[in-house]
């Protein structure tokens, strides 16, 4: 097994944990590769720390070391077997052998807790995540048991700036922020390990979200979620199916999932489309989030061929642009009971849109057309004896 990487903070730990068994012993011996401080201070006691590969590399130091007047430690952390190092050399060390870094207990101690959940050191994409990711101020304590769940979730925090709310609205607006930068630079395991705790905690939506967000297509991630509800609609054809298969990828292999994320998905355009109607400028930037999402998908679903699958849909622009037509053509004719009826069916159609909220000046202007034409339906018809004078 390849030597752990050992940080500033873990030997500090694991320095707190030996120095009251050092006595006057000056050398401190660590299994692993170091890529820390050469210079630390625990307990009031200096420690010079070196990376050393070799046997010779490791005995010159100590040598150096030895040299030198004071307490000062000297701790060499090394890849090496005990056993070619030889008695003359680990008789100077502390414990008188290697020292073998526990991280899951060193992460235990950082978060000041006194046991640790044993799901933890099955997880080493976890453990190295935490002793990598540890904020400058340390990590909040949370109790005396560190358990599995507190663990992931203040990985979650540190690691890709998400908050103590985790639930699929959350995660789609953390999709719109640095978020899922920082998460694609992350090791494979870890990504996998954060991503299966998401899904298995948030659902299917933080499944596809995730997946979408790993294959470098968060951009397209609500666009494609709005495009997919067209999979439950009655009366979805083979072709449109197959044309949403293909814009969702791996993402959407399980229709549960798939049917989570719509849902997350529509129900975040819901909540920034009120957020929308209350005004000011967070309304203004939640009115660009709702537009700029529904145009993708227009873009998208155009590409696709979708565009008269989707023209149901109530949050695509192309959509309400196609009630508003329907309200026009109704409004074209000689007015009768017939177009009335019709006419104000389209601008009911019209209002069920959620772009309607956001546009409700253009809903007015229709209501009023209606209002006249019902006006001129019901108005007697001129005599044409009768002589206007």
């Known amino acids: 097994m390849a030597p752990p990487e050992l940080d500033t903070r873990t030997i500090q730990q694991l320095l707190a944990d030996e120095v009251p068994h050092a006595g006057d012993r000056r050398l401190v011996l660590v299994h692993g590769r170091y890529t820390g401080s050469p210079t630390l201070t625990v307990d009031g006691r200096r420690a ?23 307490d000062d430690l000297l701790v060499v952390v090394h890849p090496l077997d005990d056993d070619r190092l030889g008695w003359d050399l680990r008789g100077h060390a502390v414990r008188r052998s290697t020292l073998t870094v526990d991280l899951a207990l060193i992460v235990q101690r950082r978060f000041g807790a006194t046991n640790l959940d044993p799901r933890i050191r099955r997880q080493r994409w976890l453990v190295a995540g935490l002793l990598e990711a540890e904020p400058a101020g340390g ?28 639930d699929a609205g959350a995660l789609l607006d953390w999709a719109h922020g640095p978020g899922p930068a920082r998460f694609v630079g992350l090791p494979a ?38 495009i997919a509800g067209v999979l439950d609609e009655a009366g979805t054809s083979a072709d449109a199916a197959v044309a949403v298969g293909g814009l969702l990828g791996s993402a959407g292999a399980r229709s549960v999932e798939r049917r989570a994320f719509t849902e997350a998905v529509e129900g975040t355009l819901q909540r920034w489309v009120s957020a929308a109607e209350s005004g000011g400028p967070s309304g203004e930037a939640a009115l660009r989030r709702v537009l700029a999402v529904g145009d993708r ?17 109530r949050y695509l622009p192309s959509a309400f642009r196609a009630r508003l037509r329907a309200v026009a053509a109704t409004l074209a004719a000689e007015p009768d009971d017939t177009l009335v009826l019709s006419a104000t069916a389209a601008v009911s159609a019209l ?39």
């Open 48 to 70: 010079h720390v070196t990376d050393q590969r070799s046997v010779l590399g490791i005995h010159d130091a100590w040598i150096t070391h030895r040299e030198q007047v004071g």
């Open 351 to 389: 209002r069920e849109h959620h772009l309607a909220r956001l546009y409700p000046e253009r809903c007015t202007a229709a209501d009023m057309a209606v209002r006249l034409q019902r006006m001129l339906a019901a108005a007697p018809a001129v005599p044409a004896s009768c002589t206007v004078r």
């Open 297 to 313: 998908a227009d873009e998208l679903a155009a590409a696709a061929g979708l565009t008269e699958e989707l023209a149901g849909n």
């Open 139 to 166: 990590w909040r304590r949370s109790g005396p048991v560190l358990t599995l769940d507190v663990a992931v979730r203040a990985l979650l925090t540190a690691r890709l700036g998400l908050d103590d709310t985790f």
């Open 189 to 226: 395991e870890e990504r996998a390990g954060l991503t299966g705790w998401l899904a298995e905690n948030i659902g299917g939506a933080a499944a596809v979200l995730m997946t979408l967000v790993d294959q470098g297509r968060v951009d397209d991630a609500m666009a494609i979620g709005l």
